[in-house]
């Protein structure tokens, strides 16, 4: 193979001069004349690819707006609204008036059953439970047995009566025939008041004998002896039970049952003193309990307590409740509420108050765009409306919508 130095390249004669460019210029001389024409080209391109962005740019830049006004500002103790401000707009102003005011008091009350119709079956003495008569919510007359008892006390009290009974028997039979004999002029006089003595002293031995027996509800003889019979004092239910049947009763300040008639209960309320002027007997109570929400009932006040609790400063107020259905139980929790007569009072919307951390306050309408914040004192409420007890005249005029913006 053939190499060539690259000074002896074919097509150039040897010994030409070096001194003539060999680029692509002097190779290629229609390249050469198109490069000036693409240079153009690709600076055109350029621009063009670079002009949309910096157009774009520049028609993004917005002129200098003009500042806008500051919704609201202070001057003092006011808050202004200032011409221009979008808040004017929004703002609602109202003036306040009197106007009549149905309040309704709430006081706290437990259930209670009347006291004449909650009677505790306390045995009198101790001995054993032989048989109970009613169970738990077994319903009861007045005068059914309810319990059987075997009781050496009631044993030695019968025995005390018939002794004492013997004794007068005996008495009365040595009185007769002292008479007789004395009557006849054949006993002497001091025999004859000694034995009317011994009758008067066995008549009173028996009659304390029988007493005895009655106070403790016996009968003269019941079975045996020792055999007791409780009776029921009132017709209701057994409400509670506390013995066994065959057990042995030694507490004779226990009961063993306890028996109630609830077709009636009262509901006692703790009323604030400060409300006792609007409660007064026979006044119509509204009752709303926690087991039945959804159950509103009434009643009538029946007493209004004498004393005031010192520590609560409220008043046992008595209300009496018709319970046909037995829904009411003793130890339920309540809230009784009574009606106090209309009075005239500063109403405002509720939506007009602001609620802040320690207090509530209004925006008071001072002219002129000014508002002036104001702490008040709230009462009750009733339909919308919010009774104030301070800080607010009838006549002034109060943000009613749209406070919230201005704090």
């Known amino acids: 193979m053939t190499r060539f130095l690259a000074s002896e390249r074919p097509g150039r004669p040897h010994g030409q001069p070096h001194g003539r460019p060999h680029g692509l210029h002097q190779r290629h001389p229609l390249l050469a004349a198109a490069w000036p024409v693409g240079g153009l080209l ?20 917005p002129a200098t707006a003009a500042p806008q006004p500051a919704p609201v500002r202070r001057e003092g103790n006011l808050i202004v609204v200032p011409e221009g401000s979008p808040l004017r707009e929004r703002l609602q102003v109202a003036e306040i008036a009197l106007q009549p005011l149905q309040t309704r008091l709430s006081a706290p009350a437990t259930i209670e059953a009347e006291p004449e119709k909650l009677v505790r079956i306390t045995p009198p003495v101790a001995g054993r439970l032989v048989r109970l008569h009613h169970q738990l ?21 019968r025995a005390e009566h018939a002794k004492a009974q013997a004794a007068l028997l005996h008495a009365r039979q040595v009185f007769d025939r002292q008479k007789l004999l004395f009557d006849a002029e054949i006993a002497a006089r001091k025999d004859y008041e000694a034995a009317q003595q011994a009758l ?3 008549g009173a031995d028996a009659r304390a004998a029988s007493d005895h027996l009655s106070q403790l509800g016996a009968a003269v ?14 017709s209701g239910r057994v409400v509670e039970m506390a013995g066994s049947q ?24 703790s009323v604030s003193e400060r409300d006792l002027a609007h409660v007064d007997v026979g006044q119509q109570a509204h009752i709303a309990l926690a087991a039945y929400p959804d159950l509103q009932l009434q009643g009538r006040v029946q007493y209004v307590g004498e004393l005031v609790d010192t520590a609560t400063r409220s008043v046992k107020v008595r209300v009496a409740v018709d319970n046909p259905e037995g829904r009411l139980r003793p130890g339920m929790f309540a809230r009784v509420g009574f009606d106090a007569p209309a009075r005239q009072a500063v ?13 509530t306050r209004v925006f008071v309408d001072k002219g002129g765009w000014r508002f002036e914040p104001r702490d008040v004192q709230v009462g009750a409420q009733q339909d919308g409306q919010a009774e104030i007890l301070s800080g607010l005249a009838a006549g002034e005029r109060v943000v009613v919508n749209g406070g919230v913006l201005l704090q």
């Open 137 to 157: 919510g077994d319903a009861v007359k007045a005068g059914d047995a309810l319990i059987t008892m075997d009781s050496s006390e009631i044993s030695s009290v």
């Open 347 to 359: 109403m405002v919307p509720a939506a007009a108050l602001l609620q802040g951390q320690v207090s």
């Open 42 to 61: 690709i600076s055109v391109a350029m621009a063009a690819c670079n002009g949309p962005s910096e157009t774009q740019a520049a028609a993004a830049t």
């Open 246 to 269: 065959g057990g042995y009763w030694n507490d004779v300040n226990a009961s063993v049952m306890t028996v109630a008639d609830l077709r009636k209960v009262w509901l006692s309320a």
């Open 221 to 234: 003889q019941e079975g045996s002896r020792g055999s007791y019979v409780v009776k029921s004092p009132i």
């Open 200 to 202: 008067a002293a066995a």
